[in-house]
T-cell receptor, first 114, second 112 residues
């Protein structure tokens, strides 16, 4: 158990819908990362937050957005969903998001868009 | 550019050693990691190596880094059936995010 929790574990929805994925980092970790794992793109970095502020953006679509709240949990919002958004979404956390820090991964949320 | 490559599949017999290889292109890589993903599970950090090191050993795991060739390998000694999983090589660069850039993963199958 990494100490990172993600809800829900599974999500099935239809095209055009909007969903919210939730992540609680390990106790004491200030930095949260979101990654997407899909069959065609592999594991890709989406976005990083540190202590409530966005720090870095990767290959995140404009239809997707995220935020980190004062209690440090984070939410990833996916809107206008398309079939290709079906993937496993991971959250990871680290202490401050600095060099050499271990990123601890949650179990992921499996999203299926029908 | 950022690119990490791995072979897709490796099959070994139980008790043998497994060697999983990875190449990366960005010379500014600072840390290189090996993660394990079991079916239906998240990513588990196995080990990591700082880019100024050549080797790191941790129980059955040995990581070798050839910085000149940008080649990283993970050796698993006495491979067990429980080691069957997908192994991801990942790097972090020297930018402020230290985001992980992953390879495509190597599926290791351990035959009894």
């Amino acid at each position: 158990d990494s100490g990172v929790t993600q809800t829900p574990k599974h999500l099935i929805t239809a095209t055009g819908q909007r969903v919210t994925l939730r992540c609680s980092p390990r106790s004491g970790d200030l930095s949260v990362y979101w990654y997407q794992q899909s069959l065609d793109q592999g594991l890709q970095f989406l976005i990083q937050y540190y202590n409530g502020e966005e720090r870095a953006k990767g290959n995140i679509l404009e239809r997707f957005s995220a935020q980190q709240f004062p209690d440090l949990h984070s939410e990833l919002n996916l809107s206008s969903l398309e079939l290709g958004d079906s993937a496993l979404y991971f959250c990871a956390s680290s202490v401050v998001g600095g060099a050499g820090e271990t990123q601890y991964f949650g179990p992921g949320t499996r999203l299926l868009v029908l | 550019g950022e690119d990490v490559e791995q072979s897709l599949f490796l099959s070994v017999r139980e008790g043998d050693s497994s060697v999983i290889n990875c190449t990366y292109t960005d010379s500014s890589s600072t840390y290189l990691y090996w993660y394990k993903q079991e079916p239906g599970a998240g990513l588990q950090l196995l080990t990591y190596i700082f880019s100024n090191m050549d080797m790191k050993q941790d129980q059955r795991l040995t990581v070798l880094l050839n910085k000149k060739d940008k080649h990283l390998s993970l050796r698993i000694a006495d491979t067990q059936t429980g080691d069957s999983a997908i192994y991801f090589c990942a790097e972090t660069l020297g930018d402020s995010s230290y985001k992980l850039i992953f390879g495509s993963g190597t599926r290791l199958l351990v035959r009894p």
